[in-house]
């Protein structure tokens, strides 16, 4: 029940958007936040936002602050990223991974298998 499923990838010139989706269970979104990490090679990997389960809140890596936005359709069990203003740094493969915001990333133990976003013109 605590499979992830990211889609939404794809080429997109610098100054685009992209909305990425994470398809998850019911119950990974009652009792789990989700969070959005990146990784490009040779790159460490990198925590770009988090939703929590509770009450919502959400968490932004300064990288990404004022042009990504993260939100939840329960009734879709869907989490989505909003990527605006993209550049070329943010190439990367992207993963959603269920755990929790403030925790941070020992408790993230279910991921999908990621979904490429290239950033170039």
């Known amino acids: 029940q605590l499979q992830l499923v990211e889609s939404g990838g794809g080429l997109v010139q610098p100054g685009g958007s992209l909305r990425l989706s994470c398809a998850a269970s019911?119950?990974?979104?009652?009792?789990?936040?989700i969070g959005w990490f990146r990784q490009a090679p040779g790159k460490e990997r990198e925590r770009v936002s988090c939703?929590?389960?509770?009450?919502?809140?959400?968490y932004y890596a300064d990288s990404v602050k004022g042009r990504f936005t993260i939100s939840r359709d329960n009734a879709k069990n869907t989490v989505y990223l909003q990527m605006n203003s993209l550049k070329s740094e943010d190439t990367a493969v992207y993963y959603c991974?269920?755990?929790?915001?403030?925790?941070?990333?020992?408790?993230?133990?279910?991921w999908g298998r990621g979904t490429q976003v290239t950033v170039s013109s």
């Open positions: 991974a269920a755990g929790d915001c403030v925790l941070g990333s020992p408790s993230f133990g279910a």
């Open positions: 019911a119950i990974t979104l009652d009792y789990y936040a």
């Open positions: 939703i929590s389960s509770s009450d919502g809140s959400t």
